[in-house]
């Protein structure tokens, strides 16, 4: 109607992101830039950002109840992870859990650390169905940094 260009919508229409299930994320640098290390046969060498933006993985479940970070890796300009929703407990308190307020949480508890947002505006996610899908999601993740050289984020 004004003439902006309409913004893709990432997540799933009718889903209930506060559901008890597994989520792969996937969270990028602004611009892609390289800002939290490198990749060196095949390892991630993190820098001083990217322990930061580690640590933060670490400390999401302390932070959110019911919620656990099962696989993770930072990349040079990317980060994936596994989130987990266990709703244990009353579930009426952990409704307000959802998959956007934890990526929320972390890039501003990152952000306030490092002094500035590193972070592209939104998030990729992916609802992990079914064990099958979990494992293959896993190993991506796992062993991410080993296929840097073809990741798709390396503009190198």
């Not at 947002?117 to 979990?134: A, F, G, K, L, M």
């Not at 073809?150 to 503009?155: E, F, L, P, T, V």
């Amino acid at each position: 109607m004004n003439g902006l260009p309409k913004r893709k919508l990432n997540r799933l229409d009718n889903y209930d992101y506060t559901q008890k299930g597994a989520y792969f994320v996937t969270i990028c640098s602004m611009d892609n830039k390289y800002l939290f290390g490198s990749i060196k046969d095949g390892v991630m060498m993190l820098n001083d950002i990217g322990v930061i933006v580690e640590k933060e993985l670490m400390n999401i479940s302390t932070h959110f109840d019911n919620v656990e970070v099962n696989n993770y890796t930072v990349m040079p300009n990317h980060v994936h992870l596994i989130i987990a929703i266990i709703l244990t407990g009353a579930e009426s308190d952990a409704r307000s859990i959802t998959i956007g307020n934890i990526v929320r949480g972390y890039k501003s508890g990152v952000s306030r650390l490092i002094g500035y947002s590193p972070w592209q505006r939104n998030y990729h996610d992916h609802i992990i169905r079914n064990q099958e899908d979990y494992n293959r999601v896993a190993e991506y993740v796992d062993s991410n940094p080993a296929r840097w050289a073809g990741d798709r984020y390396n503009a190198g």
